[in-house]
């Protein structure tokens, strides 16, 4: 996989991420969000088991397995505090901040000592200036406690990205996909256990909210996970991170082009339509290293 497909396989999970919305609203609101981590993740762990048993049962040192374990404990954490934050911010805020992950990340690599090209540092100060015009907290002050929940989500999920991206260079993907879910699951059940010791008894199984389930078992949990850890081989943290903050164009489109039975409807203001386009225009500026390629034009027109 070069750098060109490696990026359109990012670009498919941002995708498919975004319509995230979608799918949950369609799930009932009483039902515990530890409760919906726990099956989604058990269902997705289940299917690439009945697809790829061989690959997923392959012997695996014991630094791996220490290293999976810690992977799947903290991408259910950022998911559980991801899920409490969004129920205190309304769905245009709630995207906008969840891609303060992109501002986070250079900071993280820079404590580990990584250089971080110009155009990087001006592409994500593009998307900090249209997640700040997008994000009205003025309005309304209950937003507050979830955009600081938020913001700790994003470092949490910055941090995921950089292990993940180490990881899965070093790992089969499909094996580390699945055990990643497996590990999510099994934290998320023992969770839900003590919150709700009938588990999957208490819950009503209606066929709208089994069809949502298992539709994001597969496209968010399966698909993607395995999508996006494939494309991690060739990405690097950075590149990734960018190419996920496009998921505010995504969501927005959606959530304001789909009809009221599917997604929770936002209004297309002149501010979140700016901050939309300088966050698309700052994941380009992000990627496209300007210095490298006017030398090389230069060194093409010399000869």
């Avoid at 061989?54 to 220490?66: C, D, H, M, T, Y």
């Avoid at 789909?258 to 700016?274: A, C, E, G, Q």
Wanted: aromatic share 10%; glycine share 4%; proline share 4%.
């Amino acid at each position: 996989m070069n750098k060109t497909q490696s990026n359109f396989c990012l670009l498919c999970v941002t995708l498919c991420w975004s319509t995230e919305v979608i799918l949950l609203k369609n799930i009932p609101s009483d039902v515990p969000s530890i409760a919906v981590t726990a099956l989604t993740n058990l269902i997705g762990c289940a299917i690439l088991l009945l697809l790829f048993f061989k690959k997923i049962f392959r012997p695996i040192p014991k630094r791996q397995i220490l290293r999976v374990v810690g992977l799947g404990a903290l991408n259910m954490i950022y998911n559980l505090l991801m899920l409490l934050g969004l129920q205190y911010l309304n769905v245009s805020t709630g995207i906008f901040t969840l891609s303060m992950t992109t501002v986070v990340l250079p900071v993280l690599l820079l404590l580990k000592r990584q250089k971080i090209k110009a155009n990087t540092w001006i592409g994500v100060g593009l998307i900090l200036a249209g997640i700040l015009l997008a994000v009205n907290l003025h309005a309304d002050w209950s937003q507050l406690p979830g955009v600081g929940i938020m913001l700790v989500v994003c470092f949490l999920r910055a941090f995921y990205i950089i292990k993940l991206n180490e990881t899965a260079k070093e790992m089969e993907p499909i094996q580390l996909s699945a055990l990643i879910l497996g590990v999510v699951a099994v934290l998320s059940i023992f969770i839900w256990l003590f919150y709700q010791p009938r588990t999957f008894f208490a819950l009503t199984y209606s066929a709208e909210m089994l069809s949502s389930v298992f539709t994001y078992s597969y496209f968010i949990c399966a698909f993607a996970t395995v999508i996006n850890i494939f494309a991690q081989k060739q990405a690097t943290p950075r590149t990734a991170s960018v190419i996920y903050s496009l998921e505010i164009v995504f969501s927005t489109i959606f959530s304001a082009t789909l009809p009221d039975i599917l997604v929770d409807r936002i209004l297309l203001t002149p501010s979140l339509v700016i901050g939309c386009v300088l966050v698309a225009v700052g994941a380009f500026v992000s990627e496209f290293d300007f210095v490298t390629r006017m030398a090389a034009w230069k060194r093409r027109r010399a000869a």
